[in-house]
C-alpha cells in the first residue's frame, strides 16, 4: 500500500487509539474490524472521512465513542503491509516524505499527546506509550525537527514518556508538528503565551527611552543608577540610545547572578555629572529621585 496524506492519517490513528483486530480463527464466525476510539469529534470526523476517501468504503461514526468498519480485505491489506498494530507491536511506518511524517506525528499526539501548563511554572508537551521502540522511533522522528526531548521511564518501568520543555522547543513543536485536536491546539498556544518574554522592546526615539527609564530604574545611595534585565541584549541598546539623545556616558553593563544562580545582567551609571544629566532629563521617576543626596542636584 502506497502512503499518502489520507492513509498516513488513517495509520496513525490506528497506532494510537485505534483497533486493528479479528476474532479466533477457530469460531465459526469470522470478523474483521478496523477503527478509532475516541470521544473528540474533529478527530473522530477526520478518520471517518480519511477512511472513506481512501477505501471507498463509509465506516460507522458513533458520536462520542468510535468510528469504525468491518472488513476482511482491508484488515489484510493493512496488516499485509504494515503488520501488528497491537499496543505493544506497533511501529511508524517507513517514510521518507516529510510533510507525511510532520502529519504521522500530529494525528499520534492528537490521540496520546498532552499539554501541560501551570502558570510560569512548569509548561510542556508530553505523551506516554508501552511500546519503547515504537516511542524511540517517534522521539528520533520530532528530534529530526530540531525538537528536543526528555524520555523517561514511569510506572515501574511498564510505560514510557516523551516530554518536551522550554519556549523555543515547544514552539519548534507548533510549527513542526502541531495539534488537529481542537482543545489541545488552544493549550499549546497558552502554553507558549505563558513564557515570559524579556526582550524589550525598545523603539528608536528618546519618548521610548524615558519610559523604558521612569519604570526600571533604581537608586542605590549615594547616586549609583542601576537597571537590571535578564538579557544584556536590552541593556546594551538602551546604552546606546541613551548617548544617542541624552548624551549620557560612563555607562557600565556587569554580570551578575542572584542566590539562585540565575544570571542577569545591570546598567550603571555613577558618575556624578550623567546622573545630574539623567534628572535633567526627568528619566528618573520621583520615588526612585528621593534615594538620591542632595548635594546632587
Known amino acids: 500500500m502506497e502512503l499518502n496524506e489520507d492513509l498516513t492519517i488513517i495509520h496513525a490513528y490506528l497506532c494510537a487509539d485505534g483497533y486493528v483486530t479479528r476474532n479466533s480463527p477457530t469460531q465459526k464466525h469470522k470478523y474483521y474490524k478496523l477503527g478509532l476510539r ?6 473522530l470526523k477526520d478518520f471517518h472521512d480519511r477512511f472513506n476517501r481512501y477505501f471507498k468504503v463509509c465506516p460507522n461514526l458513533y458520536i462520542g465513542q468510535r468510528c469504525e468498519k468491518g472488513s476482511r480485505k482491508i484488515y489484510e491489506n493493512m496488516t499485509n ?8 507491536e506497533w511501529k511508524m511506518p517507513k517514510m521518507d516524505n516529510e510533510k507525511l511524517i510532520k502529519l504521522w506525528l500530529r494525528t499520534y499526539f492528537d490521540c496520546e499527546g498532552w499539554v501541560f501548563c501551570k502558570s510560569h511554572q512548569n509548561r510542556h508537551v508530553g505523551v506516554d506509550c ?3 521502540h515504537a516511542l524511540n522511533q517517534v522521539k528520533k522522528e520530532l528530534e529530526k525537527f530540531g525538537i528536543r526531548i526528555i524520555k523517561k521511564v514511569v510506572k ?8 518536551i520543555y522550554g519556549k523555543e522547543n515547544i514552539i519548534k513543536f507548533q510549527k513542526e508538528v ?3 485536536h481542537p482543545d489541545k491546539k488552544v493549550k499549546l ?6 513564557f515570559v518574554d524579556y526582550n524589550w522592546k525598545i523603539e528608536n ?3 521610548s527611552i524615558r519610559s523604558i527609564l521612569l519604570e526600571k530604574v533604581t537608586i542605590k545611595k549615594p547616586y549609583l543608577v542601576r537597571i537590571f534585565s535578564r538579557e544584556e541584549r536590552n541593556l546594551k541598546i538602551l546604552g546606546k540610545r541613551l548617548n544617542k539623545f541624552f548624551k549620557i556616558e560612563g555607562i557600565n553593563i556587569n554580570k551578575n547572578f542572584n542566590g539562585l544562580g540565575t544570571q542577569y545582567f545591570s546598567l550603571n551609571i555613577n558618575r556624578i555629572d550623567e546622573v ?4 535633567k532629563h526627568n528619566l528618573i521617576n520621583p520615588q526612585q529621585l528621593l534615594k538620591i543626596r542632595r548635594e546632587v542636584f
Open 38 to 43: 475516541n470521544t473528540n469529534y474533529t478527530l
Open 276 to 279: 545630574r544629566k539623567l534628572i
Open 156 to 163: 515501574d518501568g511498564k510505560m514510557f514518556r516523551l516530554l
Open 189 to 194: 498556544q497558552e502554553a507558549i503565551s505563558d
Open 205 to 207: 526615539n528618546s519618548e
Open 178 to 180: 502541531n495539534f488537529n
Open 81 to 88: 503491509s504494515f503488520g501488528s498494530f497491537y499496543s505493544y
Open 130 to 132: 508501552v511500546n519503547e
